[in-house]
C-alpha cells in the first residue's frame, strides 16, 4: 500500500482488507487509537512489527521501550520525524 492509499483509507471504518498487523497498527495508530494500535504491533512477531512497535513507542514518547523494539526490528531509533517515519514504513511495508 502506498502513503497516498493508506491516508485515504483512514477515512474508513477499518482497516483494508488483507493488511498486515503492521499495517493495521498504524492505521489505527493514524485514527487515534493508540491501544489498538499496541495491540496490534504485539501480535505480530515480524522485523516488521518490531519497527512499528518501536514506532508506536516512540509516538508515546517512551524512548527506552521504543530503543528496545528499534533493536529487536535490527533498525537504529530515526532522527526524523513521526510524520516521516511513517511514511517510511508505509512505503517499505507495500
Known amino acids: 500500500m502506498d502513503l497516498e492509499t493508506f491516508k485515504a483509507s483512514l477515512e474508513m471504518s ?13 492505521w489505527h495508530q493514524a485514527n487515534g487509537d493508540w491501544d489498538t494500535a499496541h495491540e496490534r504491533a504485539q501480535a505480530d512477531d515480524s522485523k ?25 526490528a535490527g533498525r537504529d531509533v530515526p532522527a526524523t520525524s513521526l510524520r516521516e517515519e511513517l511514511a517510511s514504513i508505509v512505503a517499505a511495508l507495500e
Open 14 to 26: 477499518s482497516p483494508p482488507e488483507g493488511c498486515s498487523l503492521a499495517l493495521q497498527a498504524l
Open 48 to 72: 516488521a512489527g518490531a519497527w512499528v512497535h518501536g514506532h508506536l513507542h516512540r509516538v508515546e514518547g517512551d524512548q527506552s521501550n521504543a530503543a528496545y523494539w528499534y533493536r529487536r
